[in-house]
């Protein structure tokens, strides 16, 4: 006989409490404000573009270079981060994370050369993978119970936009008042308050007989690695990177470009984060009720349509707010439904792992979305080519995710004690 991974109504009701004994509502505020801080400094990397190239008398592409770095490291230390959030606890995985987010901020602080941009990428790449939403997504979807697993992810989402949202103008107030080099020594501080958030999502994840939890890591890759819907996720995913990177790395640069001050940059990605929070939350509620698969369509579609205005319409900067605010609808709102599918496919105990997996296809998007939009504007001297490149991309990831499976995978039922 064979059953669901959600076929047990215990298992299905269980609210899968953290090993710690902490309640739900802590573990997932400690995630939310973790990935808030990890997300924030991310994003704000950005507004380092134009300042750190011509004082180092560097392209725009030795930046992008460094910055795609970052995410593909990002990517690559995400299942691993996740491997060891899943089996031990994320708290140790924060930790790290904050210690090398720290030494990728004072690495960017003392750099002279592409080289050392480049080592900056790496350590900010792992700290990321540590601190970011792909490493406190298996400890949130453990809290509470698989219903509520959607909305409970989209809060980690929408912790991020907040992040965003301080993160923005915090770092460009500070790059104002102190110069960008001292600047990054105010936000390598500032990281030390993930060793605070990372008590409450630390610990040894609970174990409970039936719900897969005993399954070993190699059974999970292998149940994962055969689903053909777990792949079109990854490639839809792929898509997601390449857009949001390229975005936040290349808006402000492209603001200068067409004559616009800085502080338009900054207060559209501030709109972006502002729209995050609406998005990520709205994104939570459908994959409570509706086939998380339409959401994501509609979400890749929408950014196709979004993308088109940076060709189709003049460039304001009432434009470029108002179609950031739109973007900022779609931005990370990806994030609940995509690792919503890999909960509902899998279970929660290997998830952090298996959504890790499907982050490093999010992080090879935004590898080339950072560098290559860094190439094609040192080769072209224009943006134009992006965004079509980004509207193909967006119509090509609601095509992918179309097709996908939403159930559990079927596995034998445990076999009964004997006698």
Not at 86 to 106: E, F, I, N, P, Q
Not at 193 to 219: C, K, M, W, Y
Not at 283 to 310: D, E, H, M, N, T
Not at 336 to 353: E, Q
Request: aromatic residues 10%; positive net charge; glycine residues 12%.
């Amino acid at each position: 006989m064979q059953r669901s991974v959600n076929d047990s109504p215990s298992g299905a009701l269980r609210a899968a409490s953290p090993a710690s004994g902490r309640p739900a509502w802590m573990v997932i505020l400690a995630a939310a404000a973790i990935a808030a801080i990890a997300m924030g400094l991310r994003q704000a990397m950005g507004l380092y573009l134009k300042p750190v190239s011509e004082t180092l008398s560097l392209g725009r592409e030795a930046f992008a270079l460094a910055v795609a770095v970052a995410n593909i490291v990002w990517g690559v230390a995400a299942p691993f981060a996740g491997g060891i959030s899943d089996a031990y606890g994320a708290g140790r995985v924060a930790v790290t994370g904050a210690v090398s987010l720290t030494a990728g901020l004072l690495a960017m602080y003392a750099a002279r050369s592409e080289f050392d941009l480049l080592v900056s990428g790496v350590l900010l790449g792992i700290g990321v993978a540590g601190c970011g939403v792909n490493a406190m997504v298996g400890a949130v979807a453990r809290a509470v119970s698989p219903e509520n697993r959607s909305s409970a992810i989209a809060a980690i989402g929408m912790g991020s936009g907040v992040g965003i949202l301080i993160a923005l103008p915090y770092t460009h107030l500070a790059i104002g008042a102190l110069g960008w080099q001292n600047s990054l020594l105010l936000l390598s501080a500032t990281t030390a308050i993930i060793f605070v958030l990372a008590l409450p999502v630390s610990g040894r994840p609970a174990v409970h007989a039936g719900d897969g939890s005993s399954q070993t890591l190699r059974e999970a890759l292998a149940e994962a690695f055969r689903s053909r819907s777990y792949w079109l996720l990854n490639a839809g995913f792929f898509v997601c990177g390449f857009h949001v990177v390229f975005y936040g790395t290349h808006l402000p640069a492209y603001v200068a470009d067409q004559g616009l001050g800085a502080e338009v940059a900054v207060l559209a990605l501030t709109v972006v984060g502002l729209g995050n929070l609406v998005g990520t939350y709205l994104a939570g509620q459908w994959g409570r009720f509706r086939p998380k698969r339409y959401g994501l369509v509609l979400i890749y579609l929408g950014r196709s349509l979004v993308f088109l205005a940076f060709l189709f319409l003049p460039v304001t900067e009432t434009s470029i707010v108002v179609v950031s605010g739109l973007l900022g609808l779609l931005w990370l709102s990806t994030v609940p439904l995509t690792s919503g599918i890999v909960g509902t496919m899998f279970g929660p105990r290997w998830m952090s792992t298996l959504y890790g997996i499907v982050f490093l296809s999010h992080q090879v998007g935004s590898f080339l979305g950072a560098w290559l939009g860094g190439y094609v504007f040192d080769k072209l001297h224009s943006y134009d080519a992006m965004w079509w490149i980004s509207v193909g991309l967006g119509i090509f990831a609601a095509l992918v995710n179309w097709p996908i499976r939403e159930e559990g995978v079927r596995r034998p039922a445990p076999a009964p004690a004997a006698a």
